[in-house]
């Protein structure tokens, strides 16, 4: 997917995160957002946890810029969700393998001045928390040369949950942290350290109390 999109695709993306997407947030899930003061103005990378197919929407929707995420290929190949999910930028990879298709392209939406998003275990948990982080979102973070931004989303997955349908009403939040810096090469040595600090900084996150 070549970035930045057209022009109408890029309507109808702010056309729902700020008539549909944002007012549903707020009004009807009682969304708390905690820690902006930490998102960068240059590009980065926000990498986060995952409890629901609803992340994408929530996390994008509070980092104020258009964000483009990484989604397992398997999703594309569903008729309808394969449509809106390009619409919000996602694109897809190829999981348990370098899928270099999908580094392109999220090189692409950096350069586009694009926020790149990264479920940091690359599939749902139970809880929400990480504890097998894969090395995608620090890899492309050396590639880039650009920061980490952990993201961590509270009760989504009381909102919708593995195998449910519809949506429930429950409060959900967002928490960011500080920025950390890319791995200084792409050794796996490298790599695993700083993917460890920010699995660690994600994890701190949803350790705190959440009222």
């Known amino acids: ?18 008539l549909l997407v944002s007012p549903l947030l707020h009004l009807a899930w009682r969304l708390k ?12 990378i926000a990498v986060c946890n995952h409890a ?22 398997e999703l594309f190949h569903v008729p309808v969700l394969k449509h809106i999910m390009r619409i919000y930028g996602s694109f897809p990879v ?3 393998v370098m899928d270099r298709g999908a580094l392109r392209s999220a090189l692409e939406a950096l350069a586009a001045g694009w926020v790149v998003g990264v479920f940091i275990q690359g599939t749902r948990t139970p809880d929400g928390r990480v504890d097998n982080p894969q ?9 880039a040369g650009v920061p980490l931004l952990p993201v961590a989303i509270l009760g989504s997955g009381d909102i919708l949950p593995k195998g449910a349908v519809w949506p429930r009403i429950a409060p959900v939040a967002v928490r960011f942290a ?12 490298d790599l ?10 994600i994890n701190r996150l949803l350790d705190r109390p959440y009222t």
């Open 33 to 44: 957002i905690e820690g902006q003061e930490y998102i960068p103005s240059s590009p980065y």
């Open 178 to 189: 500080p920025t950390i810096l890319p791995p200084p090469s792409t050794q796996r040595a």
């Open 1 to 18: 997917m070549a970035y930045p999109p057209p022009e109408s695709r890029l309507f109808i993306y702010h056309f729902s995160k700020w």
């Open 192 to 201: 695993d350290r700083v993917n460890q600090v920010c699995t660690q900084a």
């Open 94 to 96: 190829k999981r348990g």
């Open 52 to 73: 629901s197919n609803l992340d994408p929407l929530i996390i994008g929707n509070c980092l104020g810029r258009p964000t483009a995420f990484m989604a397992k290929e």
């Open 135 to 143: 090395p995608g979102a620090v890899l492309l973070a050396a590639k």
